[in-house]
């Protein structure tokens, strides 16, 4: 009876027309143009992205070390 009850449910949602939450697609935009938010400012700081990663890739090397010594 309760799977009844929910399809009802769902149909009638499905009737009002009104849409909830995002697709996929959207996410998906959204990410993309966040991406190229932050590579623009990061190359906007002057240290580009490669400056980044080196610098994210030495402080990952350093934290590996650290964890090895203990």
């Known amino acids: ?3 009844k009850q929910a399809l009802v449910q ?3 949602r499905g009737e009002k027309g009104g ?3 995002f697709t996929l697609l ?3 935009a959204g990410a ?3 991406l190229v938010l932050v590579m623009v400012g990061l ?3 002057g240290n580009g992205l490669g400056g ?3 610098s994210l890739g030495g402080w990952a090397g350093r934290q590996s ?3 090895d010594g203990l």
């Open 1 to 3: 009876m309760k799977k």
């Open 10 to 12: 769902l149909r009638k």
């Open 19 to 21: 849409e909830e939450g």
């Open 26 to 28: 959207e996410y998906t």
């Open 32 to 34: 993309a143009v966040l």
């Open 43 to 45: 190359q906007a700081f």
């Open 52 to 54: 980044v990663f080196e």
């Open 65 to 67: 070390t650290q964890i």
